[in-house]
């Protein structure tokens, strides 16, 4: 089911090569997802994360790029095929070395507490006590630089900042999985830049496992190391783009000619696979 | 003088109370000039001096309607809350006892009144028990739509964090509810005040009630018309008092993170 052409410039052998020395976060297994209402969202999907890989989900809307990481994050089942996390079932997720974090397109915050029990949230519902909690959050808060706001409310916040909390509670469970549904979406392009660079930095250095899902070009480019290309009607991989560029980046990638350059190719790739002719299913 | 006059909270206090001392001089100045009599409708000297020399037994009456009012309101607020836990764990509970708190909520407590008064002995039980009904749905709704209000991100973040029933009931659905809560607890305290003196009224048209509704319907009887006002100013400051400590109570409880009672930041 794979749309990947042979002889594309960015192929998957490179991808294979690393691949192969790393075991995978999450398998994706011929997983489809129809919706009681009888839409396709997604045709059967085949889709291998590596561990330590950075990968971003792009395509037109409809494409089931959202839906896609419902399903990575077991949030809602498929209707046929099955995902296997750390080559097991759910069921073992949450354990040592098989966390997962999700960080949603809003911050969604509890307005009513303080940028600390934001952030210790997570700890709380999993039952850890507080003096075991507490300076992870210390440390979560100071990760995302909000060190001198954990004693804010979330109004008292912009939306950038909101965001970075949201981030700072995903990152205090200490996932190997960072599932991420457009999260820079509703911010500025400076503010969204800032992040990037940031969130870039955190990967390399905990060596996360992330998925991304975006309607940015620019943030996709930057931020992966393989970029799937998503098509609507049925949803489906229309073509995967690895991205092979020294880490971690930081501006100068942005204002490289390489950078331009990846940026052409995917909106073209974006561009067809908007097309309505890409419709029909081969 | 400027600055206390920019100031918001001084706008807000002095302002209705100069309108309300405007009114009060209208009411006396031209009250003295048409020489209405005090029989058909006193002067707020006339009232003031009543409310003087009436003290004590007003004071009694007061505390008494008080009592019924508070007692009826905790008791609304403990059962409303109840209901609205009970509600939300199953919309087949709500779905079979909405009907019924619709139905209380309907029939006038005069209707009631009566009755409640026949079947059960104690006065202060029975005052008590028409004014919970009274104030009692108010907090049913409220506190059950705030139940049921919760952020969809939220619930799906805690759902994914595979947090329990009560978790979710503590840490989300409750604090989420409060501004709902405090919405009801404002109708509801005077609602209760309400139900008080209403209730008051018909056991007192049977002579059996000491509280300020019986205080007006004495000095009706009397034609002591200052009295009667008197009486009234006295449920009316109650009422707002009630009011102004639930406003506050609100304040108290939301104002750091909810829109309704955070001021706007300068």
Redesign the interface.
Known sequence: MNALLPGEPFDENARQMTASERPPAVEVLSAEKVFSNGTRALSPIDLTITDGEFLTLIGPSGCGKSTLLKLIASLIEPSDGRLLWWRGDFAHVGQEGRRLAFVFQEPTLMPWARVVVNVRLPLELAGMPRDKADPLVKDAIANVGLSAFGRHFPRQLSGGMKMRVSIARALVTNPNLLLMDEPFGALDEFTRNKLDDDLVKLWWERKLTTVFVTHSIYEAVFLSTRIIVMAANPGRIFRTMTIDQPQPRDQKFRDSPKFAAYCRELSTWLAEASLPSTGSVS | MKPLLESEAFVRIAAPVAVGIVLFALWEVGFRLASVPVYLFPKPSDIFASLLHNGPSLLRALLVTLRVTLQAFLAAVILGTLIAFTFVQSRAIEVSLFPYAVLLQVTPVVAIAPLVIILVKNTQLSLTICATLVALFPIISNTTLGLRSV?P??A????????SRL?TLI??RI??A?PYFFGGLRISSGLSLIGAVVAEFVAGTGGRSSGLAYEILDAGFTLDIPRMFAALFLITLTGVALFAAMVALSQLA?S????SE?RAET
């Not at chain 2, 750091?256 to 829109?259: A, C, I, K, L, Y």
């Open positions: 952020d991100g939220l799906s973040y805690f759902r994914m964090n595979r947090a978790k840490k989300l604090p989420g409060l939301l750091n993170w909810h829109e955070t």
